[in-house]
């Protein structure tokens, strides 16, 4: 059949549209056919079929929405085969997995080869993620998931026998200490090519951060020349296809919300051990409000870290940090920027918790150098920084990547003041990343949150606990609402 | 937004599609929205969004999906409003269940009021269904997911203290009993308002080869008529919205080919008890290519059956029987039909294995009768087969539903036949169900497979093992290399 794209947004859903008059759905009659396999030479994609009466086809064309245009990569006109699809096997192993069985290292293979190419609908899809998740997987297979997930995919190669990264699950605002150790690290000469990603549910990624002062949307070969100059780069990950099958994965994990044990570790290593690292620092933070809420299970999730790195090759060391209250005081692209150069050039006024948590993170990654005494990793770190060798390398890294004028924070703003005077007793990380969000980040980079409190400050009612800045009015409006129907954001005792 | 109904057929996915450029989109930024809600006066309706750059749509315009269009119910240019959706409070309980909790009654009534109202996505629909597959339900969660099935969804009163019904959970081609025991107990006295489904997997359900005979898409008031006149009728249940539930969850598990037994309990048993029955017959049939295929499982199963249906206020009775090769000689509606109307006139030829099975169920049914001395329903239900009274039933209820010509039997045949002299040693059900198919079962009536020879019967090299009957030559084609590639449809020893 002649392809005809369409401008269909289906949300990463392969979906095809085919007239029911078509001699394609005569063949195959009244029966259901949900999905068709669309081959064009070797290639084959499968796509969901909606069958249509509408005039906007031809009897002979199929039409494609967006995302299997791009899949498919071929002009308007194009012949294709539209074929009644061969059964996508793996799905026999998904199956299994619901039914309790555990898999092996083959299956997890097939079933993520046949995931990257487009084989799995979302219902599929979803009973794999369903079926692994919470302790449906033993650690073994967490491996041979993570492994199949980094190899089936782009690989990077550095041809360095060490190469560092460092990891944050999450959930902490404002948190970018990965802006402070990687060129914290760069400088004492260790390579940490560092792929970020951007926000998915969060005010800001550190890819959206970083683009506020430089390009992060750099080829392969353009960071493979930073990386060999300066040792680092802060680069988006999603300019390359490291470990695809995760993003296929996350289409629908999101949706639902869900972020099981056994597929955020597959989903971390895979795209660590797929970006060429040798070695890997993770930070998970606990808190009440932040993703891990209590230490036994972030004692198990870092036994499982480390027990996959293993398995992988990856040497992979978790520290557990306080993930009780943002860290920083910006939250959203521009004003975490702020923060973190302020800090890189030592200027008095930079939030001490950010330095802090940077220069230790950047400091447990020097210790990996076989070459550094245990611990004195960090006294490097400190001293990189205070001398302004961290500050000059990461301006290195900016003009390599393609700076940019970082974008003010925005000049719309509204402070959120104490209602009664006395201590802030709490700070609720997801409300306040929520009202972050409102306020138009991380589309908006100016838009954001700045703390004026922390934890264990003393406040007189009326003095402001934070400053919402927007770029527009409305999100002003709905950021302010959002506080003035949850003063638990910031709680006073 | 105007209502634009498209005739798009999305496969019961409710689909809207949405310019880009229309107010909604831009109000809602470039943020990911997978679902909308759409609000008509008190109503209300979720829908995957897919935005579109076509010109098919005005900006004002919401173009739906021919499932969307159906579940609305509103003509073309009704005004619609259409909302950022209001998150779907029990999908948090489906996340409970998948990390492990149990979910109690009320919670199982919130997702399925939510289910209905169509406000999952497949996805979420997914989540669910695996969720809450093999052994993830305890039994009383078994019980609350019936009971929130069966309560929101129509339901059939009878106005009689002992309503009868019979189920059969499949699996063994040709099994046609229940349009035996129909008669039979009808003509008892019994009242057995029995409601069927068409073939899914199967070559023919109930309704389908009862269609041969008599109509079966007969509204309520029909039905109820028929009943109170007749005792009896064989209608198709798909009419009536009995666990409207169930269709909505099947459309996810039939592409998974997952039937786990907590889900197959509430679909079975909610559709009991939706249609007004008191009193159950439900046969397991056990064997190596059945649906269940060992003794130990069918009882646990049957355990299963007995606790949630008591829990239900259903008296369930579960009978294991012989699955190991098909029942009767016919597989296909115009065959099976045969088979059961020869066995209702007392036709020397009649297939004496349907005969004695479809004798047993009503005499257990039978025996559901407080007037009846343990064990004498047999009997009684013999008697009345012989008497002639059961055809003579039979007869009333096809003339009360509407009378149909019946279809013979496919006029173009061939025979498969033995390669070698021996005894027929095993029989696989689901291939020679596959082979019924492939000749054009259920589509065409006349098509399907006529056993010669059954497990146990003597063959001679180049006699008949069984006939294939088709409609269409191409269909024949099929069927026939299928048999040629599958020897061991009937394995000869």
Chains 1, 2 share one sequence.
Not at 143 to 172: F, P, Q, T
Not at 304 to 332: A, C, N, W
């Amino acid at each position: 059949m002649k392809i005809k794209p369409l401008k269909i947004d289906t949300n990463r859903e392969s979906v095809v549209f085919i007239r029911k008059n078509s001699d394609f759905c005569r063949a195959i009659g009244s029966g259901i056919l949900p999905k068709v396999e669309l081959k064009v030479g070797d290639r084959s994609l499968y796509a969901i079929l909606n069958t249509i009466e509408e005039d906007f086809l031809e009897r002979d064309e199929i039409g494609l929405c967006t995302y299997t245009t791009k899949m498919l990569g071929l002009p308007a006109g194009s012949e294709v085969e539209v074929r009644y699809p061969e059964p996508v096997r793996s799905v026999e192993l998904v199956r299994a997995k619901v039914r309790g069985e555990v898999l092996g290292a083959q299956d997890y293979r097939y079933i993520i080869r046949d995931i990257i190419e487009n084989r799995y609908s979302k219902v599929e899809l979803t009973a794999f993620v369903v079926g692994c998740s919470q302790g449906a997987m033993d650690r073994d297979e967490i491996a041979y998931l993570s492994e199949a997930m980094a190899d089936l995919g782009e690989n990077l190669e550095w041809g360095r026998e060490m190469v560092v990264d460092k990891h944050c699950i999450g959930g902490v605002p404002g948190n970018r200490t990965t802006m402070l150790a990687v060129p914290i690290v760069a400088a004492y000469g260790l390579p940490i090519p560092k792929t970020s990603s951007r926000a998915i549910t969060s005010p800001s990624g550190t890819a959206d951060t970083m683009e506020v002062l430089a390009s992060v949307d750099i080829g392969r070969s353009r960071m493979k020349e930073i990386v060999e100059r300066e040792n680092g780069c802060l680069a988006w990950g999603g300019a390359f296809a490291l470990s695809p099958a995760d993003d296929i994965i996350i289409s629908v994990e999101r949706p639902l919300n869900m972020d099981a044990p056994g597929q955020m570790i597959a989903s971390i290593l895979s795209k660590k051990k797929a970006a060429g690292s040798t070695h890997v620092l993770l930070d998970i933070p606990v808190g009440d409000t932040a993703k891990v809420r209590s230490y036994s299970k972030a004692i198990s999730l870092r036994k499982l870290f480390e027990y996959v790195g293993g398995k992988m090759g990856l040497h992979v060391e978790v520290i557990l940090t306080d993930g009780s209250q943002p860290i920083g005081r910006g939250i959203g692209p521009s004003l975490e920027a702020r923060d973190v150069m302020s800090i890189l050039a030592n200027e008095p006024g930079a939030p001490e918790d950010l330095r802090k948590k940077g220069v230790d993170i950047a400091g447990r990654i020097i210790d990996f150098d076989p070459s550094v005494r245990g611990g004195r990793g960090r006294a490097i770190a400190e001293e990189i920084l205070k001398s302004g060798r961290a500050l000059d390398k990461m301006n290195r890294i900016i003009s390599a990547q393609g700076p940019k004028t970082p974008t003010p924070p925005g000049a719309l703003t509204k402070n959120a003041e104490a209602v009664k005077s006395g201590r802030v007793a709490s700070i609720q990380n997801h409300l306040l990343a929520k009202c972050a969000k409102l306020a138009g980040a991380p589309q908006d980079q100016g838009a954001g949150v700045f703390c004026l409190k922390k934890v264990g400050d003393e406040v007189k009612q009326g003095e402001p606990l934070f400053r919402i800045h927007a770029e527009q009015n409305a999100d002003l409006g709905f950021a302010w609402d959002y506080w003035q129907r949850h003063p638990e954001i910031m709680e006073i005792r």
